[in-house]
T-cell receptor
C-alpha cells in the first residue's frame, strides 16, 4: 500500500527557531509532491509543490522544501519561524498519473511560542 | 471569487441513519475530490470526479458510501446506515482540470458525528 510518513506529530518551537518537518513516501515511480497547511479555523491551503526541475522549491511565507529522490523524502524547512506559523502541516503525494488523487501524511501540529 | 463550499458544517446522526453531504466546487473547476479525515489521521481519498469521465471510486471504504456529481457542479456524498467509525471530517476539493499537478482547493469540511 502507498504511504506517506510524517515523523513528527507535534513540534513545539520558540519564535526565530529553525524548522524542519520530515516527509517520506513509499512510491517508487514519478511523483508530484505537496505541502498543505491548515491554520486554526481555516481551510487547508497549498504551501508549496514540486513536479520536476530544481529539487529545492520555495513556497509562501518563507517556506521551502527539498526533494531527495534517493531518500524518497520531501522535507519542509523554514529558517526562522513566527508565532503566525502555528498550524497543522500535511505532506501529500500524487503518483504522477493523470488521476489527481493525493495520498496524505497524518500531519504535524506546529506550535510556535512568542 | 467564491471558494469551495460544503454543507452542512456539522452533522450529528444516530447509528443506522443515512446522511447526505454536499459540496459546491469553484465555478469552472472540472475535477472534484472527496476525502475524509478521522481524528488524528491524515486525509483519506474517497472518490474523484473529472468532467464526464467515469468517477474513480477506488477509495470508497464500503458499499454504504456513494457519491454523485451533476455535470461540473454540485456533488453529494451519501453514507447509508451510518456506523460510529464513519465519524470524521469530510472534505471536498476541486481543481480546474484533472491530473496530479494542480493545487487542490479545499472546502471547510463537514464534521460528521455518529452517535
Amino acid at each position: 500500500a502507498q504511504s506517506v510518513s510524517q515523523h513528527n506529530h507535534h513540534v513545539i518551537l520558540s519564535e526565530a527557531a529553525s524548522l524542519e518537518l520530515g516527509c517520506n513516501y513509499s512510491y517508487g515511480g514519478t511523483v508530484n509532491l505537496f505541502w498543505y497547511v491548515q491554520y486554526p479555523g481555516q481551510h487547508l491551503q497549498l504551501l508549496l509543490k514540486y513536479f520536476s526541475g530544481d529539487p529545492l522549491v520555495k513556497g509562501i511565507k518563507g517556506f521551502e522544501a527539498e526533494f531527495i529522490k534517493s531518500k524518497f523524502s520531501f522535507n519542509l524547512r523554514k529558517p526562522s519561524v513566527q508565532w503566525s506559523d502555528t498550524a497543522e502541516y500535511f505532506c501529500a503525494v500524487n503518483r504522477g498519473s493523470t488521476l489527481g488523487r493525493l495520498y496524505f501524511g497524518r500531519g504535524t501540529q506546529l506550535t510556535v511560542w512568542p | 471569487g467564491a471558494g469551495v463550499s460544503q454543507s452542512p458544517s456539522n452533522k450529528v446522526t444516530e447509528k443506522g441513519k443515512d446522511v447526505e453531504l454536499r459540496c459546491d466546487p469553484i465555478s469552472g473547476h472540472t475535477a472534484l475530490y472527496w476525502y475524509r479525515q478521522r481524528l488524528g489521521q491524515g486525509l483519506e481519498f474517497l472518490i474523484y470526479f473529472q468532467g464526464n469521465s467515469a468517477p474513480d471510486k477506488s477509495g470508497l471504504p464500503s458499499d454504504r458510501f456513494s457519491a454523485e456529481r451533476t455535470g461540473e457542479s454540485v456533488s453529494t456524498l451519501t453514507i447509508q446506515r451510518t456506523q460510529q467509525e464513519d465519524s470524521a471530517v469530510y472534505l471536498c476539493a476541486s481543481t480546474p482540470e484533472g491530473g496530479g499537478r494542480y493545487e487542490q482547493y479545499f472546502g471547510p469540511g463537514t464534521r460528521l458525528t455518529v452517535t
